[in-house]
C-alpha cells in the first residue's frame, strides 16, 4: 500500500517496473529487494554487478564563504586528515559531538573548484540532522547547497569497471576513493571510486531527469541488476562496515566503534577536534566496550538488539547488526563487547530467544575486500 | 484432507496425525530462508502459540500451531537445508507433525477454495 507522504527517488517508476517491493526507508519508498531476492541479489554483486538506487543519500556541496579552506574548517568536528585533501580525493570521515561520539559517518570529497569547494555524502536516515549541525555550527563560515536536483546511483561488483568502461573508458583509470567528472551517454556526472559492499564499484551522481535514461542503459548489461537494500545491508554487514546509528551512534566513540582508521595521523596526536579530549584518552588509555565482528557457531542467525554474553552467561553487550551474510554461508553480526573479550577467537554466547549460542569474536570484514587500490609502481 | 489457517500455514491429516507447513504465499513473502527453529518431539502447544521460527536473510518470523496437540515428529532435514522451505513448501518443506487434541479444530480450518479466496481478499 502506497504512503503518500513517503518521497519518491527519480529512480522510482524504474522500480517498480522492475518488480521491486518497496518498502519504507528514511522517510523514502524504497525497493527492499526485486524478484531475484535478497539471497540472489547479494550473490549477483560479488559475483558481477549490482545496481543500487542510493538517491535517497544527501548529497550536498560544502563551500566556503569567508575565504577559509571548507575542509579546514570542516576538522574541527571532523576527525580526519581533510585539509590534505587534493581535488578530486576523498575520505570516509565521523561527524561528532562535543562528547566525541559519532552524529554520523559520511563521505567527503574535494571538488576541482578553485575555491576548494567539498562534495559530500551523508546518511538519509541523518540528513536533516547532519544539515542542521552543519548550518548552525559554520553560519557565516560555510555554505551548505544539498543538491536536490541529483540522483545517486551505486555499480558495485567485479564487472561495475568494464560496465562503466563502456560508457566511457576513463573511469578504468581511477582509483578506490577518487572521484572525478565523467561524461556518461552525453551526460555530465560526478564519478566515484567507492561503495558500501566490499567490492570494487563506483558511484555516479546524475541530474536527477537523466538518471532513469542512465540506469536503464546499466540495466541493458547482462552483467548487471538492480539490487535493493536487503541485499545492501548484507552486503555491507559481510564487508564489517558499519551502519550509522545502528552500529553505533551519538554516545559511541571512535575509538569505540573500532574506526581508528578514520583518524588522522596527525589528528590524532593533537585532538583538535570536537570531543579530541574523551578520543586522545581512549586511544591512550583504551575503552570498557569496543565494536567487534561476531561468527555465530550454529546456523541462527543473532540480529540487531541480540544480547551477548560471557561463558559464564553474563550480560556483556549487545548485537547491533546481523543476519545470514550468503557469501559466508552462515550467520555473521557485530556488536559491543568488554575491551578484555575483544580479540578475534574470544568464546562468547549469544542470547537469542532465550537460548545461549555460542558464538566467535571474529575479524572484519567477514570476506576479502576487492578495492582497486592504486598499484604500487 | 488438506486445510489452512489464516497464518497461511497448512494441515495434512492424515489418520490421527497432521502435517504442518507453510503455504507458498508464505515462503514467497517470506523471501529466501536460511534458518528454521524447529519444537522438541513431545512439546505440546495450545492453538496460536509460538512452535517453529522461520528466518529469512532479512527477518525471523513465528510459524504458530495451528491447533492444540502435542508434536510427534520434526522435519529434521531443514536444519541442513532450509531453503527447501522455498523450493518445496507444501512437501519436503513441512515443519512438523502434530497429534491434535481436538481434531475438530483441524476440521473446522479452511479448505483449499476457502483459503484461495481468503488470499484473494488479501490483494
Given amino acids: 500500500m502506497a504512503d503518500e507522504n513517503l518521497l519518491k527517488t527519480p529512480l522510482y517508476d524504474l522500480h517498480v517496473e522492475a518488480g521491486g517491493k518497496m518498502v519504507p526507508f528514511a522517510g523514502y519508498s524504497m525497493p527492499v529487494q526485486y524478484p531475484l531476492g535478497i539471497m540472489k541479489e547479494h550473490l549477483h554483486t560479488r559475483d558481477k554487478a549490482g545496481l543500487f538506487d542510493v538517491s535517497h543519500m544527501g548529497q550536498a556541496y560544502v563551500r566556503s564563504v569567508d575565504g577559509s579552506d571548507p575542509a579546514k574548517v570542516l576538522e574541527e568536528i571532523m576527525p580526519s586528515a581533510l585539509a590534505v585533501l587534493k581535488p578530486g580525493k576523498m575520505r570516509y570521515t565521523l561527524l561528532l559531538n562535543d562528547n566525541g561520539g559519532i552524529e554520523d559517518d559520511l563521505m567527503v570529497t574535494r571538488t576541482f573548484d578553485p575555491e576548494g569547494s567539498l562534495y559530500i555524502v551523508v546518511n538519509a536516515a541523518c540528513k536533516e540532522k547532519d544539515y542542521g549541525i552543519l548550518e548552525e555550527r559554520f553560519a557565516g563560515r560555510l555554505a551548505l547547497e544539498p543538491l536536490e536536483d541529483h540522483a545517486l546511483l551505486a555499480l558495485q561488483g567485479p564487472k561495475a569497471e568494464d560496465v562503466l568502461a563502456e560508457l ?27 561503495g558500501y559492499t566490499g567490492e570494487d564499484g563506483f558511484e555516479i551522481s546524475v541530474p536527477k531527469e537523466e538518471a532513469p535514461a542512465l540506469a536503464a ?161 | 484432507m488438506l486445510k489452512f489457517t489464516e497464518d497461511h500455514e497448512w494441515m495434512l491429516v492424515e489418520g490421527d496425525t497432521v502435517t504442518v507447513g507453510i503455504t507458498d504465499h508464505a515462503q514467497e513473502a517470506l523471501g529466501d530462508i536460511v534458518f528454521v527453529e524447529l519444537p522438541e518431539v513431545g512439546a505440546t502447544f495450545e492453538k496460536g502459540d509460538d512452535a517453529a521460527v522461520v528466518e529469512s536473510v532479512k527477518a525471523a518470523s513465528e510459524v504458530y500451531a495451528p491447533i492444540a496437540g502435542e508434536i510427534v515428529a520434526v522435519n529434521e532435514d531443514l536444519e541442513g537445508e532450509p531453503g527447501t522451505v522455498n523450493s518445496a513448501p507444501m512437501d519436503g518443506g513441512w515443519f512438523f507433525k502434530m497429534k491434535p487434541a481436538d481434531m475438530s479444530e483441524v476440521e473446522a480450518a479452511m479448505d483449499e477454495a476457502a483459503y484461495k479466496e481468503f488470499l484473494a481478499g488479501l490483494e
Fill in chain 1, 168 to 194: 566511457d573508458p576513463r573511469v578504468r583509470d581511477m582509483v578506490f576513493m577518487e572521484g572525478t567528472m565523467v561524461t556518461l551517454e552525453g551526460v555530465v556526472c560526478w564519478v566515484a571510486r567507492c
Fill in chain 1, 217 to 377: 542503459r546499466l540495466l541493458k548489461s547482462d552483467d548487471v541488476e538492480w539490487i535493493g537494500l536487503g541485499a545492501r545491508d548484507s552486503l555491507r554487514l559481510e564487508s564489517g562496515l558499519c551502519l550509522s546509528g545502528h552500529d553505533f551512534n551519538d554516545e559511541t566513540s571512535p575509538v569505540e566503534a573500532s574506526l581508528n582508521f578514520a583518524l588522522g595521523k596527525k589528528r590524532r596526536e593533537e585532538g583538535d577536534f570536537i570531543g579530541g579530549e574523551r578520543i586522545l584518552k581512549e586511544l591512550a588509555e583504551g575503552t570498557s566496550k569496543r565494536l567487534v565482528g561476531i561468527l555465530p557457531s550454529g546456523r541462527a542467525p543473532a540480529r540487531e538488539g541480540v544480547e551477548i554474553a560471557d561463558m559464564d552467561g553474563n550480560v556483556i553487550g549487545q548485537v547491533t547488526s546481523g543476519g545470514f551474510g550468503p557469501t559466508v554461508g552462515g550467520p555473521v553480526a557485530m556488536g559491543y563487547v568488554p575491551a578484555e573479550l575483544a580479540e578475534a577467537g574470544t568464546d562468547i554466547q549469544l542470547i537469542v530467544r532465550g537460548k545461549m549460542l555460542a558464538a566467535k569474536v571474529a575479524q572484519t570484514p567477514f570476506i576479502e575486500q576487492r578495492y582497486k587500490r592504486k598499484k604500487v609502481s
